[in-house]
């Protein structure tokens, strides 16, 4: 629009103008000096735009976010401001972002939970002391604290609380707050209800310090006191449903109460594992059947993981317990007190936990008890000690065990492969994708959950069930095998006049940097080197990992004693 009026439009004048550079060149590009018109007579439009200009330059005007002066100045000149441009890059970027913040062991819900929930959770909870309990009878010692049972000295709290465990730890019990603390907000029904940790103040002459953690007291027994009863699994069945079932004993009700049992055990490990806890030590004796909630907790965090934030801590002397643990036992048993680096850490988390799956270590110590449950004969530690040994034998393959043990079982041993092979054989299905050597061919606790074992309608499945259940097969193939092949596939028919490139020639393959010719011979030569430098990287993380400066550093969050 032309400014015909005879004032001379200053942007520097208006207050809203000066910080508008862009603006300002623009103004003294186009407008030039005016003068009032010759004429006596004003039209009706020439004084509107008088008004307008009067406005804008005496600086009194609405600031040009609001009133687009760029509109009432140069309608079509002015750049227009329309805000934030969503671009289908910007989309997918994001989306890829979230995707990997929100992948197990979750990095944003991790922030979360360190700097909102455990921070709000610090302002209200109640805080104890050790002279507020009285200790009762001692419910179990370790290699690293006492546990007792125990309540309030206080009648009004004690009522309120009931009966309480108390564990007195060395060392190891700041990871077992930690975790008890972390799972209390993500997982709580995974685990024994935690109710305060804090540091022992230290009396003198006295050398390691000691930690109070506090549990609600879940029930009498554990998973294994209950599989030493020849009663095993009926004894549980009461446990679970509160009576006694009018229903003739027999293996399709002691497969249906091991489901059960199998079903809490993935539920609670499931918990765990999504919040990115590894618990390492998980065997009968650390599932306490909870009255009040009729199902298993896990117990004994001692020698649990946290892959979120990289805690990572065994004490030197820590063994995890020989009969329970997978195969990759002393990978994680020799590492020492070790804290990396919170952001690597924490960074890397979702990449380390695809690679690695260490969730599995627990699935195979899971499917030894599914094992324990089905077969009479493995439950004492000397029997599950020589299948282990057995098992070792045959390189973890357990269809392979089967065939050497099968043929000359003795009644106690067949009983647990009937079982199993109810239902068209869906449970040894499942135990022997618990039960593997490697890791990461393991079911997931999620994966196992799915599984149409847990199926109550038995053998009938559905077309749907019938699709899951392939899909479980589907994603049970080890595709790292699959790679392995093609390369195989190609070293072999590399070189015409031997039939194969040799393991010498693949090494020197690994090496060379492609040359012009033989496209076939480039090809393999880029994927070897693919896949060392990949190897290279995830060692130097490694290592990274564990060489950072060890100290207990997430220690400072626990409460000490006042
Ligand atoms: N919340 C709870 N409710 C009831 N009993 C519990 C609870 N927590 C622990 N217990 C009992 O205390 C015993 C020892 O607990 P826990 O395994 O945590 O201690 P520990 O010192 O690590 O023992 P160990 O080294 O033998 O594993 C358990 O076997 C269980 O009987």
């Excluded at 209390?184 to 930690?211: I, M, P, Q, T």
Aim: hydrophobic letters at 40%; proline letters at 5%; aromatic letters at 10%.
């Amino acid at each position: 629009m032309a400014t015909t009026t005879g004032f001379r439009l200053s942007s520097t004048t208006s207050p809203f103008f000066s910080n508008t550079n862009l603006l300002q060149r623009h103004n003294r590009r186009k407008l030039k000096p005016l003068s009032l018109p010759p004429r006596a007579g004003v039209s009706p439009e020439t004084v509107s735009d008088l008004v307008q200009q009067l406005v804008v330059g005496v600086g009194v005007g609405l600031p040009c976010t609001v009133m687009e002066c760029g509109d009432v100045i140069y309608r079509s000149t002015l750049p227009r401001n329309d805000g934030l441009t969503v671009t289908a890059q910007g989309a997918a970027l994001l989306a890829t972002a979230a995707a990997y913040l929100w992948a197990t062991p979750g990095v944003a819900p991790g922030f979360f939970d360190m700097f909102v929930l455990a921070f709000l959770e610090r302002l209200f909870r109640p805080s104890f002391r050790k002279d507020d309990f009285v200790l009762g009878k001692k419910l179990g010692e370790g290699a690293f604290g006492v546990v007792y049972k125990a309540s309030l000295s206080n009648p009004k709290a004690s009522s309120k609380l009931g009966d309480l465990v108390l564990k007195k730890a060395t060392e190891y019990g700041a990871v077992e707050i930690w975790m008890n603390e972390r799972v209390r907000r993500a997982c709580a029904n995974s685990c024994a209800d935690f109710v305060y940790g804090f540091l022992e103040r230290k009396s003198k002459g006295k050398g390691a310090e000691e930690y109070c953690l506090i549990w609600r007291f879940e029930g009498e027994d554990t998973l294994y006191d209950l599989m030493q009863s020849k009663e095993f699994p009926y004894n549980v069945e009461t446990k679970i449903l509160g009576d006694i079932q009018d229903l003739p004993k027999g293996l399709g009700r002691e497969n249906r109460i091991i489901q059960t049992v199998m079903r809490q055990l993935l539920f609670a490990l499931d918990g765990l594992h999504s919040t990115g806890i590894v618990h390492r030590d998980i065997k009968p004796q650390n599932l306490i059947f909870s009255e009040a909630a009729r199902t298993f907790k896990i117990i004994d965090l001692g020698a649990a993981t946290d892959l979120r934030v990289g805690i990572n801590y065994i004490p030197k002397e820590f063994l995890l317990d020989p009969r329970y643990t997978a195969p990759e036992q002393y990978i994680m048993s020799t590492q020492t007190p070790s804290a990396p680096s919170v952001p690597v850490a924490t960074a890397l988390s979702p990449v380390l936990w695809q690679l690695n799956r260490p969730d599995r270590f627990d699935i195979y110590s899971l499917g030894l008890i599914f094992l324990q449950m089905a077969f009479p004969a493995l439950r004492t530690d000397s029997s599950l000690i020589q299948f282990n040994r057995q098992l070792k034998r045959v390189n973890y393959d357990l269809q392979a065990w089967r065939r050497t043990v099968e043929p000359r079982a003795a009644p106690d041993l067949r009983k647990g492969f009937e079982i199993l092979d109810l239902d068209g054989g869906i449970g040894w299905e499942l135990l022997s994708s618990m039960i593997r050597y490697k890791a990461r061919r393991r079911v997931s606790a999620k994966a196992a959950l799915a599984h149409p074992y847990f199926n109550r309608e038995g053998l009938g499945l559905s077309v749907m069930q019938n699709l899951r259940l392939q899909l479980f097969r589907a994603t049970q193939k080890d595709y790292s095998e699959a790679a392995d092949w093609i390369i195989g596939l190609m070293a072999r028919s590399g070189s015409e006049s031997v039939g194969g490139f040799t393991e010498a020639q693949l090494q020197e393959l690994r090496e060379i940097e492609p040359k012009k010719g033989s496209a076939q011979r480039n090809v393999l030569a880029s994927l070897l080197r693919v896949q060392r430098k990949i190897i290279k990287t995830l060692n130097e993380t490694m290592d990274e990992l564990t060489q950072q400066r060890k100290s207990l550093w997430w220690s400072r969050w626990i409460p000490r004693e006042e």
